[in-house]
């Protein structure tokens, strides 16, 4: 038995990979997440499934997650955890043999991939389990707005914006470009730490209503918005 997950990138049907196309269509299953957000309606790795590869359709079944938990293991995010492995199990017991679990994104990164892996390895022995990776908002977002991430010797790094700017100002003193994830709440902080450097804010990337703007000009954006924040640059190939 076989536990997959498969990252089918940031929003746009067209930049999910064929090797992730190839899995879909060989799983008995496919687990997606159902948030808050996506109500009794699909969310956003269903919607790029079913625009992608519309045969496996039906093979859709739709998992709890919560994203209403900011930080920490709470009680509705255990037992979100919990449902979803129960999901595959149950799937596993009645006969399949290779079941999928879509995220957006990479399934390796901020992914809720990991957790039910785990989940399902405290019931299935032997478990074999597979990552398909997947394009990733920043690359996308810096696709769209012709911004390197990184040229030459630069350095790069990932960081999430829950909790403030206090880390992110730590690390951007060591590194020369930043990508800010889960931005929205705290966006006027992080417009104030970046001052005139070019940052560019993007959300809802890949999408009809995708919105990419400085972020000099943003002064409210939804929690999921991406920053890239990257260093001055002058001549070409100067940082080489």
């Not at 003193?173 to 994830?181: G, K, P």
Request: hydrophobic share 45%; charged share 20%.
């Amino acid at each position: 038995m076989r536990l997959v997950g498969i990252g089918v990138g940031p929003g746009d049907p067209e930049l999910i990979t064929v090797k992730a196309l190839n899995v879909l269509r060989t799983c008995d299953v496919i687990l997606v997440p159902a948030t808050e957000a996506s109500g009794d309606g699909a969310g956003r790795a269903e919607k790029i499934i079913v625009a992608a590869c519309p045969e496996v359709g039906t093979r859709i079944t739709r998992v709890p997650f919560s994203m209403a938990d900011l930080s920490g293991v709470t009680k509705r995010r255990s037992e979100a955890w919990e449902t979803s492995a129960k999901a595959a199990v149950e799937a596993f017991e009645a006969g399949a043999t290779q079941v999928g679990f879509a995220t957006i994104g990479d399934p390796s990164v901020y992914s809720t991939f990991s957790y039910l892996a785990a989940g399902v390895r405290e019931h299935i022995a032997g478990l074999e389990v597979e990552v398909v990776p997947g394009i990733m908002a920043m690359q996308a977002l810096a696709a769209a707005c012709l911004t390197p991430l990184v040229e030459g010797d630069e350095t790069l790094a990932l960081v999430p914006l829950k909790k403030g700017t206090e880390q992110l100002t730590a690390i951007s003193e060591v590194v020369d470009t930043c990508v800010v994830y889960k931005a929205g709440r705290h966006v006027r902080k992080l417009a104030e730490l970046v001052g005139d450097d070019p940052a560019v804010a993007g959300s809802n990337i890949g999408l009809p209503n995708q919105v990419i703007t400085p972020l000099s000009e943003v002064d409210e954006a939804p929690y999921f918005t991406s920053v890239i924040w990257p260093p001055k640059r002058g001549g070409t190939g100067e940082r080489i």
